[in-house]
């Protein structure tokens, strides 16, 4: 087949090139500041998507300011000049899509699925960002996690395997959450259940507090009971789950760790969206 990968981090470097060792024609734009091996990027959007079945766009698809997400790029890369060039026959794929990139999609007549959405690639990104999270600790804290007291807020997906890692590190692991599905897991599986809704008077103890919930959870009045020592990371994805004024103000240590998939596991990252835009493809063919 052939694939054009347009803009992206690292993951899509390395899917680039998972993608041409599997005999597959690979075009690149957006990559203009990269080095090493691999297909080299294209000088013109048309050339890389003219002649593509499948348009690989970013995760996330854009910036802050709507250009799409391309850091390695010498110049901003406009969505719609990029879908504009697009075929019709080709599948659009593209990470975490934003309404207004969705609605030019449409406009254009154009297939788009988002692969940020498919349950495969979030149970296991979930690894590497628990992994990364597990770095930041060790980087930024004085203490070893083995005895640690350590709170993990959300069990979802990468609650769930942070739990587990830094149980097995010996850390002493509390875990939030509010179904009672949840918190009987939770106890099964050797952590100190607590609900999400109680944690007020019981924050003052941890060294460690790990958020996965993208809901402004750590507020105000909940961050001043958090000892000043104490490191805070916030997994969760904008708007994040810690009140960050309120936290600078109580010179409270947070530490927003976005897209770590990413940034500690490029090549696995890569690999685990290679797999997704295949089964999408896959499961494409099969429909009647």
């Known amino acids: 087949m052939q694939f054009a990968v347009i803009g992206g981090d690292a993951r899509q470097i390395w899917l680039a090139r998972e993608l041409a060792a599997d005999g597959h024609t690979v075009r690149l ?102 992994e990364g999270a597990i770095q930041i600790c060790m980087e930024e804290t004085p203490f070893t996690i083995h005895g640690a007291s350590i709170l993990v807020m959300g069990f979802g997906r990468i609650g769930k395997v942070l739990s587990n890692i830094l149980h097995h590190m010996g850390a002493k692991v509390t875990v939030s959450a509010r179904k009672a599905s949840d918190l009987a897991w939770i106890e099964a599986m050797g ?30 009045p909940l961050l001043e009971e958090i000892s000043d020592d104490c490191l805070i990371i916030d997994l969760a994805s904008r708007p994040g789950g810690v009140d960050f004024e309120a936290a600078a103000k109580l010179s409270k240590r947070v530490i927003w760790a976005l897209s770590l998939p990413g940034k500690v596991a490029p090549a696995t990252a890569g690999h685990i969206i290679k797999t997704t835009v295949y089964n999408i493809i896959k499961e494409r063919e099969e429909e009647p």
């Open 29 to 130: 734009f957006g990559f203009d500041k990269c080095e090493g091996d691999g297909p080299r990027p294209e000088k013109t959007i048309a050339k890389a998507v003219g002649m593509a079945d499948v348009v690989i766009l970013p995760f996330p698809s854009q910036n802050e300011q709507g250009w799409l997400n391309a850091p390695f790029a010498a110049e901003q890369i406009s969505p719609e000049e990029v879908l504009d060039a697009v075929p019709k026959t080709a599948l659009v794929v593209a990470g975490r899509v934003l309404p207004e990139l969705a609605q030019m999609a449409k406009e254009r007549k154009l297939e788009l699925i988002d692969y940020g959405l498919r349950e495969e690639l979030s149970i296991l990104n979930a690894i590497p960002s628990a």
């Open 191 to 220: 952590y100190t259940a607590i609900h999400s809704r109680e944690l007020a008077g019981h924050l003052g103890g941890f060294q460690v507090i790990f958020n996965t919930v993208p809901a402004t959870l750590l507020t105000k």
